[in-house]
């Protein structure tokens, strides 16, 4: 079967760092995705890879090692606007994304 | 970035009513769009996808005659929830993907549906 599996929840403080992780099982690959998810509203994207290795955009960072399944989404100096609930999706090989069920980060002050 | 609008943003209306809403791709043209179901503090339901000009494909356990979705144009798709009740009040969000690099789908912002 397909599935994604990332932590439910997590907790951070403001300024900290905090890494979610992801472990992605497909019917093959063609890409990882991160989306940010605010309550209310629709994700918006955050980041892509298809290779190994890390994509540095600003306070976020996303990694990915397609051997191992398994991805990270890196976030720097938190801010209380960062809380909300990312989202780990997988393409598999006829373009269709498998959606993790979600982490959400609470940051506290 | 692309960006997907969805009409309207909510409604509210009785049961057994049928309730349309829109999802429009406004800059670039949509080869294959999504609707998503998502309940309170769940993850993303995928319902079906559609391709401009073909049947759509709708994902295991949802009923194609109670949500009817028309994908007429390139930059187009419509959800018709028929005959609504109250089990049916959920966050419907579209996406659109185009022949873009990253595959990547471009959300919507949600529609909120309340079936009284």
């Known amino acids: 079967g397909q599935n994604i599996d990332q932590p439910t929840e997590m907790t951070a403080t403001e300024g900290a760092i905090v890494q979610i992780n992801c472990t992605y099982q497909t019917s093959g690959f063609n890409g990882l995705f991160w989306y940010q998810q605010h309550a209310g509203e629709a994700p918006t994207f955050l980041s892509y890879?298809?290779l190994d290795g890390l994509e540095e955009k600003g306070r976020f960072s996303s990694f990915l090692s397609r051997s191992k399944g398994y991805s990270y989404l890196l976030l720097k100096e938190l801010q209380m606007k960062d809380s909300a609930s990312y989202l780990c999706a997988a393409l598999n090989s006829n373009y269709q994304l498998i959606w993790g069920a979600g982490t959400k980060l609470i940051i506290k002050p | 970035g692309a960006v997907v609008s969805q009409h309207p943003s909510w409604v509210i209306c009785k049961s057994g009513t049928s309730v349309k809403i829109e999802c429009r791709s406004l800059?670039?043209?949509?080869?294959?769009m999504f609707w998503y179901r998502q309940f309170p503090k769940q993850s993303l339901m995928l319902m079906a996808t559609?391709?401009?000009?073909?049947?759509?494909?709708?994902e295991q356990g949802v009923e194609k005659d109670k949500f009817l979705i028309n994908h007429a144009s390139l930059t187009l798709s419509t959800l018709t929830v028929t005959s609504a009740h109250p089990e049916d009040s959920s966050f419907y969000i579209c996406s659109a993907r185009g022949l873009h690099e990253y595959n990547e789908q471009f959300f919507g912002p949600g529609t909120r549906l309340t079936v009284l």
């Open positions: 559609s391709n401009e000009g073909s049947k759509a494909t709708y």
């Open positions: 800059d670039f043209q949509a080869t294959t």
């Open positions: 890879n298809v």
